[in-house]
């Protein structure tokens, strides 16, 4: 158990329908990442939230948003639907590090996912 | 920019047989490098990893070295178990840069028969 918890796990939807992807971090863990892993794309980088702040954007999509909350979990959303955005989208989470140690070597650690399923 | 090139899958070998899986880099500065492993239906586990030249991550049976001349980092398994079959994945992260994304190779898929 990696400490991250994704919900939720299985979704099936329609096109041009919208949903929300939710992610806990792992306890202490200030940074999310969002990748989406479909068969012919491999994992690609979505974004990353650092503390609430949006830190790093990959390849996103405009239909697709996301946020960090002071509790620090964060949900992505995911809208105007279409069938290629059928997917396994991963959360992750990383270690914040401490002022003068390097207690972060750069490991990232998962969630088990939501499979989303555009019909 | 960085990036993971690893061997294409599917790799299929008899349990008990030597595995090699390729991962090269190219990376700007001095990143850490990661082997993560997908079992079926699960999430992404970190398998090994190691954060500078000639450090050695094991773990399971699994070993690579951070070969800097080489730009590579290669997984290798002496003796593998059916319970091995997975996905698994390279990945690098800019060491000069903490809390940044891994970037990923593809992905090789291991299936192991007995």
């Known amino acids: 158990d990696s400490g991250v918890t994704q919900t939720p796990k299985h979704l099936i939807t329609a096109t041009g329908q919208r949903v929300t992807l939710r992610c806990s971090p792992r306890?202490?863990?200030?940074?999310v990442y969002w990748y989406q892993q479909s068969l012919d794309q491999g994992l690609q980088f979505l974004i990353q939230?650092?503390?609430?702040?949006?830190?790093a954007k990959g390849n996103i999509l405009e239909r697709f948003s996301a946020q960090q909350f002071p509790d620090l979990h964060s949900e992505l959303n995911l809208s105007s639907l279409e069938l290629g955005d059928s997917a396994l989208y991963f959360c992750?989470?990383?270690?914040?590090?401490?002022?003068?140690?390097?207690?972060?070597?750069?490991?990232?650690?998962f969630g088990e996912g939501s499979r989303l399923t555009v019909l | 920019g960085n990036s993971v090139t690893q061997m294409e899958g599917p790799v299929t070998l008899s349990e008990e047989a030597f595995l090699t899986i390729n991962c090269t880099y190219t990376?700007?500065?001095?990143?850490?490098l990661f082997w993560y492993v997908q079992y079926p239906g699960e999430g992404l586990q970190l398998l090994l990893k190691?954060?500078?030249?000639?450090d050695k991550g094991s773990n399971k049976g699994f070993e690579a070295t951070y070969r800097k001349e080489t730009t590579s980092f290669h997984l290798e398994k002496g003796s593998v178990q059916v319970s091995d079959s997975a996905v698994y994945f390279c990945?690098?992260?800019?060491?000069?840069?903490?809390?940044?994304?891994?970037?990923f190779g593809k992905g090789t898929r291991l299936s192991v028969i007995a």
């Open positions: 190691a954060t500078k030249a000639d």
């Open positions: 990376a700007t500065g001095y990143p850490s």
């Open positions: 992750a989470s990383s270690p914040t590090p401490f002022r003068g140690r390097a207690v972060n070597t750069g490991e990232l650690f």
């Open positions: 939230y650092y503390n609430g702040e949006e830190r």
């Open positions: 990945a690098l992260s800019d060491q000069g840069r903490r809390n940044t994304p891994l970037v």
């Open positions: 306890s202490g863990d200030l940074s």
